[in-house]
């Protein structure tokens, strides 16, 4: 049985999520594949356009046969977390065979070498960056721009999003010594960051638009139903019939939670993940300017700190996540738990050949989680399900519909 690992956050899921998904079965040979996918808030610090227990069911209807939650705190991470954090589930399910990724170079040879040099931060990578740092670059260029200087190659390589996730996944197998086999899927269609749909060269083909386009549209009024050649069948039925009762989520539905929870600091920001003393001191002076999330964000952007990482910083004061319980985490070895949100029925015998391999629990059900986890496990769980309620709570009051507690809620399975 060859079983392959996909890292995703289906954010929604679109066609490109359902080629990768077929690739990676494909290249792999895989009996299975297992999604890993984030909850209710991702990676670049914003909550997911629809709730996690939906994007579960788009990928099991699309290829997945189980999918599993990233805990948040690695969901909302930076890139190195946000892999470390999926990579270290995966490889404690003790099964898994294979990681396939998507990437904009396609090249497994090139980012392996540079993941090596992440990795071993070697002299002449730690002074390249500082001197790069020391321009004032922010960190993304800055460590662009030190690769290149270690190990010369094209430069759009490291600024492209999903090489870069490629890189800190190897990087994380490595650092593991994980035996499971990296893959890489060339990205097709429209650029990562476009933010139009991409136009239709050839009927025959199913449109490959970024998800960031796909969003756009869905939050501009009036579009939802451009979206439609964009995104499986099934996903646009689940998204259409959504669509004003519970979707879609943006940054801004939790403006006025971010706003309480930046005046009821009395003092720094400082113990938030990824909040420097200089962006602690520049939201305590812009405090006053704020107007909804979004709008502060691009306040606080400047030449060293993207709008991304800004907006990382601000959902981890929203959501009260501390260097402290990072560390915490670390210290034992990232994840605790596998939490399921669904699975197909047919893949049942999947569920077995995990139960009998992992480290570490297999989780369907919350009220076991007191006899099954660790104290650091529990303290990971319960935050996690606070954060789900965060999402859900902002859900229901924006939509006016019922709150469904996160110990009440079926996984999916079909």
Do not use: W
């Not at 969003?215 to 689940?238: M, Q, Y």
């Not at 113990?271 to 405090?287: F, W």
Request: hydrophobic content about 40%; aromatic content about 10%.
């Amino acid at each position: 049985m060859k079983i392959t690992g996909v890292i995703a956050e289906y954010n929604p899921f679109h066609n490109g999520h359902k080629y990768h998904i077929e690739q990676a079965r494909m290249l792999s040979g895989a009996d299975y594949v297992i999604a890993i996918i984030s909850g209710d808030f991702t990676q670049r610090g914003t909550p997911a356009v629809i709730d996690k227990y939906t994007r579960t069911r788009m990928a099991l209807l699309n290829g997945a046969d189980l999918v599993l939650e990233l805990p948040a705190v690695y969901a909302a991470g930076s890139a190195e977390f946000f892999s470390m954090g999926a990579v270290t589930l995966l490889d404690k399910l003790g099964a898994v065979d294979f990681l396939c990724f998507g990437s904009e170079c396609g090249n497994l040879k090139t980012l392996s070498r540079l993941s090596a040099i992440l990795l071993e931060e070697p002299e002449e990578y730690r002074a390249a960056l500082r001197l790069e740092q020391k321009k004032g670059l922010s960190f993304p260029k800055a460590r662009s721009l030190a690769l290149q200087h270690c190990c010369p190659f094209d430069a759009d390589i490291t600024s492209s999003p999903n090489n870069i996730l490629g890189m800190e996944y190897i990087k994380a197998l490595l650092k593991r010594n994980s035996p499971i086999i990296p893959l890489t899927i060339q990205r097709r269609g429209n650029d990562y960051h476009d933010v139009s749909l991409k136009a239709s060269d050839q009927p025959e083909s199913p449109l490959l638009s970024s998800a960031t386009a796909i969003r756009g549209s869905i939050t501009s009024d009036g579009n939802f139903a451009e979206i439609k050649n964009h995104v499986p069948d099934s996903v646009f039925r689940l998204l259409e019939k959504a669509y004003g009762k519970g979707f879609p989520v943006t940054s801004n539905d939790f403006s006025p939670l971010l706003h309480y929870k930046l005046l009821s600091e009395t003092g720094g920001f400082e113990r938030y993940q990824d909040v420097t003393p200089a962006l602690s001191d520049k939201i305590k002076k812009q405090i006053y300017s704020y107007k909804d999330f979004e709008q502060f964000c691009a306040l606080l952007k400047s030449k060293d700190m993207t709008y991304s990482r800004i907006s990382r910083c601000l959902t981890h004061i929203l959501l009260q996540m501390t260097t402290s319980g990072l560390e915490e985490y670390r210290r034992h070895d990232f994840v605790f738990y596998a939490r399921i949100l669904g699975f197909k029925r047919e893949s049942a015998g999947l569920l077995g050949v995990l139960k009998a391999n992992a480290s570490i629990p297999l989780l369907s059900k919350l009220a076991d989680a007191a006899s099954l986890l660790s104290a650091p496990g529990i303290a990971m769980l319960e935050e996690d399900i606070r954060i789900s309620h965060i999402y859900r709570s902002t859900v229901c009051g924006k939509f006016h519909i019922p709150f469904v507690n996160e110990y009440v809620q079926p996984i999916v399975i079909l």
